[in-house]
């Protein structure tokens, strides 16, 4: 036996495949492929299939029926059905986008909204950059600490930060007056609209920063510590490293959560309605409130649902920056 005939394997011919009569073999392959494709491209939509239905009858039914009544003239005999509703075009949007009071709550919205997120955002980011640095019991207690401070009811809330900002009893208001040459004894947090709407914005940070917290150490925990090393050894200090390798990396995350807060600091309602007793003050008028009283206030629903639908209308600018930021994760991924 030669060398040749130890080391090469002799490879049987291909066995061909008998087709059916009367049909190719070629297209009866490219017909299964082609149900193959159409069975996995179908495949997601099939199990998108039952959110993609919630989310048309949850959402689409009220935006359709929000659309329709701002539209109209509907008001309360058109509710009990003594009148019939009337279309009146873009009417109701022109007397609203004329009306100075309406601008004066868009602007007050995003004032609000701007501040809240701005102060989540810092306080979440240093709050999660300080839970890297401490032991881990210590971490398990803040975690522990945020999470049931996240899990508390808006009404217990409310009613501590009202307790709290107390005029008489509150411990606020005992704490400032202790130091020197400051007296808050008496003073009512609510007489004004900027001073009442500070203490609702901290109530509202202090409900969303243990969400923020928690997402931002979970993005910090994926930071390589090999990089932030390299960045000291070549003499960068912690805000250094902080700015060129920390950030860069966990941006994305900064940006879905700041995108997230606009979201939801803009559509703030229940601690200004709770905290007012459900009868705000003008000064203390959001965009959602205010849209609230319209209707159900002064019964003009057609008004209501005009300012309920600009008011998605400028919310759809933010959720635009999140879906970009989304998709562009997912083409880095």
């Not at 923020?212 to 490293?241: N, Y």
């Not at 309602?269 to 003050?281: K, S």
Request: proline residues 6%; charged residues 15%; hydrophobic residues 50%.
């Amino acid at each position: 036996m030669s060398a040749a005939d130890t080391t090469t394997t002799k490879v049987p011919p291909p066995r061909r495949h008998s087709s059916p009569p009367g049909r190719r073999p070629g297209r009866a392959g490219a017909t299964r492929r082609s149900r193959i494709r159409l069975g996995r491209a179908a495949t997601p939509w099939l199990l998108l299939a039952p959110c993609i239905l919630v989310l048309v009858l949850v959402l689409g039914y009220p935006l359709i029926k929000l659309g329709t009544l701002s539209f109209q003239d509907y008001k309360k005999p058109q509710l009990w059905g003594f009148k019939p509703a009337t279309w009146v075009g873009f009417d109701n949007y022109r007397a609203i986008l004329g009306d100075h009071e309406f601008w004066s709550v868009v602007i007050r919205t995003v004032l609000f909204a701007g501040s809240a997120v701005i102060l989540t955002m810092v306080i979440g980011m240093l709050v999660a950059l300080l839970l890297q640095r401490v032991s881990g019991w210590v971490r398990t207690l803040v975690n522990i600490a945020l999470v049931a401070s996240w899990a508390m009811p808006v009404v217990v809330a409310v009613t501590v930060f009202k307790w709290m900002f107390d005029s008489d009893y509150g411990v606020v208001n005992w704490t400032l007056s202790r130091l020197p040459g400051v007296d808050y004894t008496g003073h009512n947090w609510f007489a004004s609209g900027p001073e009442g709407l500070s203490v609702i914005m901290l109530q509202v940070v202090w409900g969303a920063i243990p969400f923020v917290v928690i997402t931002l150490s979970a993005g910090l925990t994926q930071v390589p510590k090999e990089l932030e090393e390299a960045a000291r050894l070549d003499g960068a200090d912690a805000f250094g490293v902080f700015r060129y390798v920390t950030f860069p990396i966990i941006k994305p995350l900064v940006v879905m959560m700041t995108t997230l807060s606009v979201i939801w600091d803009m559509g703030v309602f229940a601690q200004v309605w709770l905290m007012r007793g459900g009868h705000p003050e003008p000064e203390f008028q959001l965009l959602t409130t205010y849209s609230y009283e319209k209707a159900f206030g002064v019964n003009d629903y057609a008004t209501g649902s005009a300012i309920a639908l600009l008011t998605v209308l400028l919310l759809l600018g933010v959720v635009a920056v999140y879906m970009r930021q989304m998709l562009k994760i997912g083409e880095v991924e």
